[in-house]
């Protein structure tokens, strides 16, 4: 029997992604979420393998990881709840990592372990030249990304056969409230990603022999190389809401652009231009609008 692909936080709408689109391959998927979380369309499926437990507790996490081919990582705690509390998030984004790591070098010694980072550890990059490179030192401004610092250095340190995917912000195709502040300034450099972008990236890193040992930009490409004004006054546009409701940061952000060629070249994920994030929110407002 293959070897099935480990999703933590599998739960999620990421993980249901992903879980698609591996049985759409063939390959089995195990789940590994919080026993709250909704497993509704995952338990008792042919091919889809549920356990339930905490990424902050050892026994479970080895249940989990024991005879697995890869370890998609997705399990964290995300801004905003993340900045509440630095203690928890440590516990779940840092020790939880190192609880991976140490079940795979006990009882799944030759998984690929794809470790979901962010651009935000690369902190203000406002004033370097672009596009940030993977090489670009770290300096987090908020706990989140200072967890997603630590979590890279435990990966690294492990010794387990990994890839890291420092992820940008990601645009989700759908009708949705708008943050408060946005996390950007109106002039800063903005390079977002699809949210199915994402996915592909994912999809293709958790079986890529040619991806082991190395760190990866993901993000939207050229033509999603925009500034902060650019996102909002086109998310305003798509909601037919008035522009002056738009709120920024009052400080430069985490954002910009990036060197995403290796990434590319490898992983080949960048599918879906931004004209096509346009495209797709316009017709769900018209939509929404015509029912």
Not at 66 to 93: M, Q
Not at 153 to 158: C, L, T, W
Request: negative net charge; glycine residues 8%.
């Amino acid at each position: 029997m293959t070897k099935p692909v480990l999703i933590t936080g599998g739960a999620g709408s990421v993980g249901r992604q992903l879980t698609s689109m591996f049985l759409e391959l063939g390959l089995s998927v195990r789940i590994f979420d919080l026993p709250f979380m909704d497993f509704e369309g995952l338990e008792g499926v042919k091919g889809i393998e549920v356990v339930k437990g905490d990424i902050t507790d050892r026994n479970s996490v080895l249940d989990a990881v024991r005879g697995v081919r890869s370890v998609l990582h997705l399990a964290a705690l995300l801004p905003p709840n993340s900045e509440k509390d630095r203690e928890r998030t440590f516990s779940v984004n840092v020790e939880g990592t190192q609880n991976v790591v140490d079940a795979v070098k006990e009882v799944a010694d030759d998984a690929i372990v794809v470790f979901t980072s962010s651009i935000s550890t690369y902190g203000d990059t406002s004033h370097q030249d672009e596009p940030v490179k993977v090489n670009h030192p770290q300096s987090a401004i908020d706990i989140y990304a200072d967890s997603k610092i630590h979590g890279e250095k435990v990966v690294k340190e492990s010794g387990v056969r990994s890839i890291i995917l420092r992820i940008g912000s990601i645009a989700v195709p759908a009708f949705l409230a708008p943050p408060e502040p946005w996390p950007f300034t109106a002039s800063q450099r903005v390079e977002m990603v699809h949210r199915d972008d994402v996915a592909d990236a994912l999809l293709a890193s958790a079986s890529s022999e040619e991806s082991v040992g190395k760190i990866f930009n993901i993000a939207g490409g050229e033509t999603w190389r925009l500034t902060g004004r650019d996102y909002v006054e086109d998310f305003f546009n798509f909601m037919g809401a008035p522009i002056d409701l738009a709120v920024y940061r009052e400080s430069t952000g985490w954002n910009d652009w990036y060197d995403t060629e290796e990434s590319q070249r490898i992983l080949g994920y960048q599918n879906r231009s931004y004209q096509h994030y346009s495209d797709e929110m316009k017709a769900i407002v018209d939509e929404m609008m015509s029912g």
